[in-house]
């Protein structure tokens, strides 16, 4: 086959794909077309949402779940329950326990919960996830926080990027080692009826001291 020949098959070729492309793009736009998908999100208690908006053509339907949900078939999705609430570009969140904004928060909810900052978020295949990896012991801090009633009532926020925690009494604490302060929390209650402001600081030694 000559170099001519083999030139004007593969532009023809080309030109056969193209137009099957074009042809496909006509056919699903005219067959097309939006309508409501129920569906139900189970978390923990089974609720009906109109979304989202699936795109049917004649011989299929493509239908689009919420981000960071989980498919259960049966048009029903799982939902991530939330588990800290995160301040971040101005807006407060819920954030699942792998750190994945699940909800917006209420303002009940960010007066009476501890609140945590200093977390930076990336959008990764339509959900908002933390970046980086390096949060473990922040994480067990956070977690024996919430564990304990009294601490919850306690502590206002907590700020990943600073290593510092602020109660609701106004009094800063500068945490050197979140891991230490899990084990040793209870010394945060010695501040509940502190008549002060005065600055903390939490060391790495498990040891409590007054800053100024």
């Known amino acids: 086959m000559s170099l001519l020949l083999r030139t004007a098959v593969c532009t023809m070729a080309i030109m056969i794909i193209w137009l099957m492309a074009i042809a ?38 493509d239908i689009i779940y919420p981000p960071a949900t989980i498919d259960i078939s049966g048009s029903r999705v799982f939902l991530k329950p939330g ?24 303002i009940e909810e960010i007066t009476g919960y501890p609140v945590i900052g200093g977390l930076n978020f990336i959008l990764t295949e339509g959900i908002y996830r933390v970046a980086g990896k390096d949060i473990d ?8 926080i919430l564990a304990d ?4 009532g306690l502590v206002s926020y907590l700020d990943y990027r600073q290593n510092s925690m602020l109660l609701r009494r106004g009094i800063k604490v500068k945490v050197l080692d979140w891991g230490r302060l899990n084990a040793n929390k209870d010394l945060l209650l010695q501040l509940e ?14 040891k409590l001291l007054r800053a100024r």
């Open 149 to 152: 009633r009294r601490l919850v």
């Open 137 to 144: 012991e922040f994480t067990g801090a956070v977690e024996g």
């Open 83 to 106: 588990r800290y609430l995160v301040h971040y570009n101005g807006n407060y969140y819920w954030v699942s326990d792998d750190f994945v904004i699940v909800d917006y928060a209420s």
């Open 193 to 206: 009826n502190a008549s002060d402001r005065s600055e903390y600081i939490f060391l790495s030694d498990g």
């Open 24 to 61: 496909n793009f006509v056919i699903e736009s005219f067959f097309s077309g939006p309508v409501v998908q129920l569906t139900r999100i189970v978390n923990p208690e089974e609720i009906l949402v109109e979304f989202p908006t699936a795109f049917r053509r004649s011989w299929k339907t």
